[in-house]
Each structure stands twice: as C-alpha cells, then as structure tokens.
C-alpha cells in the first residue's frame, strides 16, 4: 500500500529530486559568473588582470621551488604538491588558452606568439602527466621536475616581458575590463 503524503510520495520525491538538481546546476553556474563579475569590477575599478595573471605565476613558481627541494623519501609531499600544481596551473592555463590567447592572436596580431604559447602550455601537461604516473621516490623524478620548473619560468618571463605588454598595448580600456571578467570566469570554472 503506497502513502499518498508526506516524503516517500512522488510528489515529496519529484520535489526532492528537482530541488537537488537546481542546487547542483546552480553549484557550477553562479561560481563563474559571480567570478566574471567581480573580475569585471576590479578591472572597472584600475586594476590591471595583467597583474592578477602574474599574481598565478608567482604561486605556480613558489609550488615549483617547493616541489624541487622535497627529499627523495618525501613521496607524500611530493605528491601534494604535484595536485597542488596541478590545479593551480590547470586553472591559469584553461584561462590564458581560452582568453589570453586568442586576444593575443587577434588584437594584438601576434598568432605566432600565440602559437608557441600553447605549445609551450602543451610540454607542461606532458612533464606533468610524466611526474604523476613516476613513483614519487623515483631518482628521474626531480630530474624531470627541474625541467617543468625551466619550461615553466621561460614561459613565465616570455609571458611577462613580451607577450603581456604587448597585448595590455593592443587593447582598449573596454577591452581590458572583458579580459579580466572573463579570466575570472575562466579560472573559476575549475577552482
């Protein structure tokens, strides 16, 4: 005998089930819009999202020069820290590939540039995905550690000196302020 109330009804499941699922589209919708606007104001406000993005490139390297002096026997730390790089750098990467860049290649014309960025962004994921699958005690893993922190931080100077200064000079103020909006989106999505 089925009860026509309360909350085994279909009525009480089906509002379950609805509210559940409106807290989960909401869960992975407002983050990154309340990011891009919040990115969006600071911009409007005089704040450069060139700075926010070398503001990540500090953090990555800070990760980086951690990972590089751990101890052979620390496999635990260097576990953290590699999903802590990770995350890190997978966020900033999806937002430079999918904002920066493209901006880069058609504002400020550099499609070269552009171009080598990406592949650059493509060797981090390799040396990554290298310094996952290796056991963290493995003596090659710091080796190859050393080689993501040097791809890592030539990128990060190109980035800087380079590429940076000449798309900031590319863009209009209105442009500067959908930059920032949107890498904030673009970070949010996997932070």
């Known amino acids: 005998m089925a009860r026509s109330g309360g909350w085994f009804s279909m009525q009480g499941m089906a509002a379950f089930a609805g509210g559940a699922a409106l807290a989960v589209i909401a869960s992975r919708l407002l983050p990154p819009l309340v990011a891009q ?106 080796a190859v550690a050393h080689e993501l922190k040097h791809v890592v931080t030539e990128h990060i100077r190109q980035e800087e000196t380079v590429d940076f200064p000449s798309l900031r000079r590319a863009l209009d103020e209105r442009a500067v302020v959908s930059l920032s909006g949107n890498v904030a989106r673009e970070k949010a999505l996997l932070l």
């Open 37 to 142: 606007m919040a990115g969006t104001a600071r911009a409007s406000a005089g704040r450069d999202p060139f700075d926010a993005l070398a503001d990540d490139h500090r953090h990555i390297l800070a990760l980086l020069s951690e990972m590089v002096r751990t101890p052979i026997d620390a496999t635990v730390r260097r576990t953290q820290l590699l999903l802590r790089l990770k995350r890190r750098l997978a966020a900033h990467a999806v937002a430079e590939e999918d904002v920066v860049y493209p901006m880069l290649r058609d504002d400020a014309h550099l499609d070269e540039d552009a171009r080598r960025l990406y592949g650059e962004h493509a060797e981090m994921k390799m040396h990554l995905f290298a310094l996952e699958r290796m056991a963290k005690d493995d003596p090659r893993w710091l």
